[in-house]
């Protein structure tokens, strides 16, 4: 569940750009004191980015981590509309555009884009990124209020990534619905832990009464099957830890596992993986324990052993959030 890495590297260079002539001990500064922020309750009406030394501190910090998890939601989408290609796409919340980038990353080709943000700091440097990216050079950079007064034009792909924990439970019911009314697939990711979690069930809710069907990471559009409270439902994707990585977190890893939840929902037909792998597979000698979440409603454990043949070695591939079986073994 990783992104292409010709699109990683060429993000990953326009990030490193901006933290020229911005001391490091200064951009690490502004990292601490901006995650600090975004873990407190930020109000819709004041952007917590408040300049380009915070916004590009905080892109190079946060987009690559950003952009992977975005990236590994795409691609579980593609693979349950693999007949289907963006032709617009509207980005919520977008800040500086990761998820553009993973948007472009997952479908090939220039399509209108247009990022909707509160922070003009961030449009702002989000256009000089994106015109490192072909792909993006043409996108729309427009200054908006994500909550009661958002409009959105009508789309193909709709995207809010990490944007609902920042706004009230009013405006989040406002965002999903708009994004709802005007597209024909909505993808949202948040943080991987149980408050964004229960931020993406509460958001599925809403697409599925509004007529979307489910295409990743359920195997179904029926209610969870994960009791509240109990347990939720994330995933994982690797992400290269930079310099300022470094600075911030410490520790010596050359890279960090974001953890997400997300759902992608679409109105017209998709095929769903039959079963979606929800935990770290558990290898153990002669076989493999796979945490399931079936179309049944359902979450199950099945133990792949060396008896199984070829399907041994598949499960043995098989990372987290991965449909299965493989399509070959089907």
């Known amino acids: 569940m990783n992104a292409p890495a010709s699109a990683t590297d060429t993000l990953r260079t326009a990030l490193a750009g901006l933290l020229a002539g911005l001391p490091p001990k200064q951009a690490a500064q502004a990292v601490d004191r901006l995650i600090a922020n975004y873990r407190g309750r930020t109000p819709t009406h004041a952007p917590v980015l408040r300049d380009r030394s915070d916004v590009a501190a905080y892109a190079a910090y946060r987009m690559p981590a950003t952009f992977e998890a975005v990236c590994a939601a795409l691609d579980a989408f593609a693979d349950a509309v693999p007949e289907w290609t963006p032709a617009s796409h509207v980005d919520i919340g977008g800040g500086t555009g990761a998820a553009t980038w993973a948007v472009s990353a997952t479908w090939d080709g220039e399509r209108p884009v247009t990022v909707l943000d509160w922070a003009e700091p961030a449009l702002a440097l989000g256009r000089e990124i994106a015109a490192t990216n072909p792909a993006l050079k ?172 070829p399907l041994y070695k598949a499960a043995r591939d098989t990372e987290w959030g991965d449909g299965w079986p493989p399509p070959e073994s089907t």
């Open 138 to 309: 043409s996108a729309e950079w427009h200054r908006s209020r994500i909550g009661a007064a958002l409009t959105i034009e009508s789309t193909d792909l709709v995207t809010i990534s990490y944007v609902l924990g920042e706004l009230t439970e009013a405006d989040r019911t406002v965002v999903v619905d708009a994004a709802a009314a005007a597209a024909q697939a909505v993808v949202i990711i948040e943080p991987g832990t149980p408050d964004g979690y229960t931020r993406v069930i509460d958001a599925r809710d809403r697409l599925i009464a509004a007529g979307f069907r489910i295409a990743a990471p359920c195997p179904h559009s029926a209610a969870c099957p994960i009791v509240p409270g109990e347990d939720w439902c994330h995933f994982s994707a690797r992400v290269s830890r930079s310099s300022l990585h470094r600075q911030v977190k410490g520790g010596s890893l050359p890279y960090e596992d974001e953890k997400f939840s997300y759902v992608a929902a679409a109105r017209f037909p998709v095929a769903p993986v039959p079963t979606r792998v929800v935990r770290k597979p558990q290898i153990r000698k002669g076989q493999v324990l796979l945490d399931l979440c079936g179309p049944d409603e359902s979450l199950h454990r099945e133990t792949v052993t060396k008896r199984h043949g």
